[in-house]
C-alpha cells in the first residue's frame, strides 16, 4: 500500500500526530512503530503551532489522525507538509474531510460509530486506528527486513529483553567458567566446583568438552573409595551442550526438559566456550 511505501522511503523520522483521544492513539502507534524499526515520535499539533513545526523536516514522514478530519489544531500541521512537500499519511473517517484530501496516502476507515449513541465518546473510532497503526507497524517490518534479532537488541529490558537475549550474552566464561581435565583428583575436582558456584565442573581433553561432573555425581557416587578416582571415572561422559549463539529460550526449554539447570556453550569445534546457569537466567528476568 502507498501509506506503507511512504513510510518505510522516509530518511528521516516518521511523526505520529493527532488531537485529544486521537493523541494518545498516535503517541502509542509512535512507540510501537519506534520498537519495531522505524523511527518515530509523537508531535503535539497544537504545540506544533508553537515552534514543534521544527522538528518536522523534509525527511520525515507524518502520520496524521483525526476522525473528523476537520481537527482545527492540525491545519498548520497540513500546510507545512504541503510548503515543505512531506509526505502525509491521513488516518480518518471522512473521505471528504480536509485531511483526507490533503494526506498522499489518505486512510479512510468505515465510520461505524461509537458504542455508545447516548455518550459518543471515541470507543470503536480509537480501536480502529489503534489496530490499523499496529497493522502499519508489522507491514513495515517486512519492508526493512527487521528479525527478532533487530528486535532484541532494541529491548535489552525486562523479561522479554532477556528472553531475546543469545546464550553467549548470559554464560559465564573465563575464571566463572569451571574445567578441569580428566585426569583432575576428586579432592582437586571438589574445589574447581565450589569454587564458581554453580554445582559442577567441565571436563575438557585437547581442548574439547568430553564430559561433566556435578555435586550430585559426587553425592551419589560418595564412598572412601571414591576420593582415590578421577574426575574421568566419574564424569557423565558426552553431556548435553548448547550453542553460543542459541536464543536463550533454548536454554531453557533444553534445561526444563532434561531437568538440569546447567549447561556448558561449545562451539562448532566443541571446544567450551563458556557456561549458562538456570539461576543466572531467572536473576536476568527469563522464564
Known amino acids: 500500500m502507498l501509506a506503507t511505501q511512504l513510510l518505510a522511503g522516509a530518511k528521516g523520522r516518521v511523526i505520529v500526530t493527532g488531537m485529544g483521544k486521537s493523541g494518545h492513539i498516535a503517541r502509542k502507534i509512535a512507540a510501537t512503530l519506534a520498537s519495531t524499526g522505524t523511527p518515530a515520535y509523537f508531535v503535539h499539533p497544537a504545540e ?11 525527511q520525515d514522514c507524518v502520520l496524521a489522525i483525526s476522525r473528523s ?3 482545527g489544531e492540525l491545519s498548520d500541521l497540513i500546510y507545512h507538509c504541503h510548503r515543505l512537500d512531506i509526505p502525509l499519511i491521513g488516518m480518518t473517517f471522512k473521505t471528504e474531510s480536509t485531511l483526507a484530501k490533503a494526506s498522499n496516502a ?66 559465564r566464561v573465563g575464571e566463572e567458567d569451571p574445567l578441569i581435565p580428566p585426569e583432575t583428583s576428586i579432592p582437586e575436582t571438589l574445589k574447581a566446583i565450589s569454587r564458581v558456584g554453580i554445582g559442577a565442573a567441565g571436563v575438557v581433553e585437547n581442548g574439547k568438552l568430553i ?7 559426587l553425592r551419589r557416587k560418595l564412598t572412601r573409595e571414591m576420593f582415590d578416582k578421577t574426575a574421568r571415572e566419574i564424569m557423565t561422559a558426552n553431556p548435553l551442550t548448547i550453542s553460543p549463539e542459541a536464543p536463550i529460550a533454548d536454554a531453557v526449554q533444553m534445561m526444563n526438559a532434561k531437568r538440569i539447570t546447567i549447561l556448558f556453550a ?7 566456550v563458556g ?8 536473576s536476568a528476568g527469563v522464564r
Open 69 to 71: 478530519g476537520e481537527t
Open 211 to 217: 564430559g561433566i561432573v556435578t555435586d550430585g555425581d
Open 106 to 171: 489518505p486512510l479512510v476507515m468505515p465510520d461505524c460509530g461509537e458504542a455508545s449513541e447516548a455518550a459518543p465518546a471515541p470507543t470503536t473510532s480509537t480501536t480502529m486506528c489503534l489496530a490499523l497503526g499496529d497493522a502499519l507497524a508489522v507491514a513495515l517490518l517486512d519492508a526493512r527486513g527487521f528479525t527478532a534479532a533487530h528486535f532484541g537488541a532494541i529491548h535489552p529490558g525486562g523479561k522479554l529483553g532477556a528472553a531475546l537475549k543469545k546464550v553467549r550474552d548470559l554464560m
Open 266 to 272: 561449545v562451539n562448532d569445534a566443541g571446544v567450551p
Open 48 to 58: 506544533a503551532s508553537h515552534g514543534d513545526l521544527g522538528m518536522i523536516t523534509e
Open 275 to 282: 557456561v549458562v546457569h538456570m539461576h543466572d537466567l531467572l
